[in-house]
């Protein structure tokens, strides 16, 4: 039995920051996330760098912004020079077995392309497109269990689950939790993890498709969670309101805006029993390294790859056009064997997380990357900060947010054909830049719920000049036309505030 340490990640799909209990949700049901946050340290500002799934994993395994990766939308290809590359690679190199579980969602390339030796529960792709849970080998199971999805449609979704989701944005699954895909998921991880090898240490990947849409949950989940202690977003009321065109004329507001009240808490609370259900598989994980008696010798990350609007500005999902702390902000916990337990308020990025545990690890990692390891602030309150602040960028090609596998870089970025959101999130504001539309500026201290926008206000003025000169300065290298536009953007009556 090799000394070193291993590593296991655990990956929700879709889970925003404030849906754990030990973040301080009232409603949440995350025993096992809970008890892990209790030996761990926890990060409270941890960003994603693209709000959308292929953009954030491609940036969680190679450590590159999504401008340097290539993966601009979802079902982007990845840039061929960096089909083979990644942190998975570093550890195979460096002794380790690697295992991948679950969702991928790297376009262009494979878990074994970048360096997993083992492989399991992956999604097909279709037309192009890895489909998170369109997985071959789960259906297949399911159909011998005597259950039948629509051939036509990309997730797993019986006629009755259809007919359900036609009605309401919520639905109970009609799969039992016994063949729910998350269950069938972990068990197929557990399968792997007992036929690992027991000579060498291990980095494995646990990757679930909950708490992503469509709200299909299975019981008891459906109604585990406790209505009378949802709490709304504080921004529900004011709805879309204060915000630029083309979030008021998007679908993540049109397709929700008839929902009531109690309608929104419905929908809130089979997003948490969904997300409950990952905490579960979390918990049989744990069980299993403890009876093998590796939980001890194992660095434990959990996190998500974005989060989801869920009310917020009455909005829904994830996407280009939504740079707002709900769908940015990611939980992080961050187990290490010797027990250093502690809250880190100090601002990560999911491009952190490779660099880090590579370090935690011992593993060198040489590629070229955009991420900084936080491994001293793991346990350390008083680590200093890695970032004074955290940046995100979306691009649209021709006003497409995804392809199919065809490829669109940055360097290929054209305007007004393709538009370009960047966003900055600061201690105290966030702004975003919008090629084809207005831009925002909101002071997070007197304004958390980001609900009046000071970008073009004498107030906001300086900040709005300074925060715009930072995103043109982070993209310039890959963007320079870009980088004019965000200068550009800034009112003219206020650039003279810059000095």
Not at 298 to 312: E, N, Q, R, Y
Not at 441 to 464: C, F, H, K, M, V
Request: glycine letters at 8%; one cysteine or more.
């Amino acid at each position: 039995m090799s000394d070193r340490l291993n590593v296991l990640v655990v990956m929700a799909d879709e889970q925003s920051w404030n849906t754990l209990g030990c973040t301080g949700n009232p409603a949440a049901r995350t025993p096992n996330l809970d008890a892990l946050a209790g030996e761990s340290t926890v990060f409270d500002a941890c960003y994603t760098p693209f709000p959308l799934c292929c953009p954030s994993r491609t940036s969680l395994w190679t450590g590159l912004m999504p401008r340097h990766h290539g993966v601009l939308g979802n079902w982007r290809s990845i840039e061929p020079r960096l089909r083979s590359a990644g942190i998975a690679q570093a550890f195979a190199t460096a002794g380790y077995h690697t295992h991948y579980n679950g969702k991928w969602h790297v376009p262009g390339t494979t878990p074994g392309q970048m360096g997993w030796a083992d492989s399991s529960a992956i999604p097909a792709v279709l037309r192009g497109q890895d489909r998170g849970r369109y997985i071959e080998d789960y259906r297949t199971w399911a159909a011998a269990r005597g259950y039948t999805f629509d051939p036509d449609h990309i997730e797993n979704l019986t006629t009755e689950d259809l007919a359900t989701l036609r009605e309401e944005p919520y639905a109970t699954a009609a799969v039992p939790l016994d063949s729910f895909l998350e269950t069938w998921q972990c068990d197929t991880f557990l399968e792997a993890m007992a036929r690992r090898p027991a000579d060498k240490p291990w980095l494995a990947v646990c990757s679930m498709n909950a708490p992503h849409f469509p709200m299909l949950v299975p019981s008891p989940y459906d109604t585990l969670i406790d209505r009378d202690r949802v709490r709304l977003p504080e921004s529900w009321s004011t709805g879309t309101a204060t915000k630029p065109r083309e979030v008021r004329e998007s679908h993540f507001a049109r397709d929700f805006e008839n929902l009531s009240e109690q309608e929104w808490i419905e929908v809130t609370s089979h997003y948490l029993g969904l997300c409950a259900l990952v905490d579960t598989q979390f918990g049989r994980i744990r069980q299993y390294l403890e009876d093998a008696g590796e939980w001890d010798r194992t660095v434990v990350v959990f996190t998500s790859d974005h989060g989801d609007l869920m009310g917020a500005h009455r909005l829904m999902e994830k996407g280009h056009w939504l740079h707002y702390e709900e769908d940015l902000r990611v939980p992080l916990i961050v187990r290490h064997p010797d027990g250093r337990q502690s809250r880190n308020a100090n601002f990560v990025s999911m491009c952190d997380i490779a660099p880090t545990l590579g370090e935690l690890a011992g593993v060198p990692w040489h590629e070229s990357h955009d991420g900084r390891s936080f491994a001293a602030m793991v346990g350390n309150d008083v680590a200093a900060p890695i970032r004074e602040y955290v940046t995100a960028e979306t691009m649209l090609h021709d006003g497409k947010p995804g392809g199919s596998g065809d490829p669109f870089h940055a360097r290929d970025w054209q305007y007004p054909r393709d538009s370009l959101n960047l966003s900055v999130r600061t201690a105290g504001h966030r702004y975003i830049f919008r090629s084809h539309d207005e831009a925002e500026l909101y002071d997070l201290t007197a304004d958390p719920w980001e609900q009046r926008n000071l970008a073009a206000t004498a107030e906001g003025s300086s900040t709005a000049v300074l925060l715009a000169g930072l995103l043109a300065d982070e993209v310039a290298d890959v963007l320079p036309d870009a980088a004019a536009l965000v200068r550009k953007a800034v009112p003219a009556d206020t650039s003279a505030s810059k000095g």
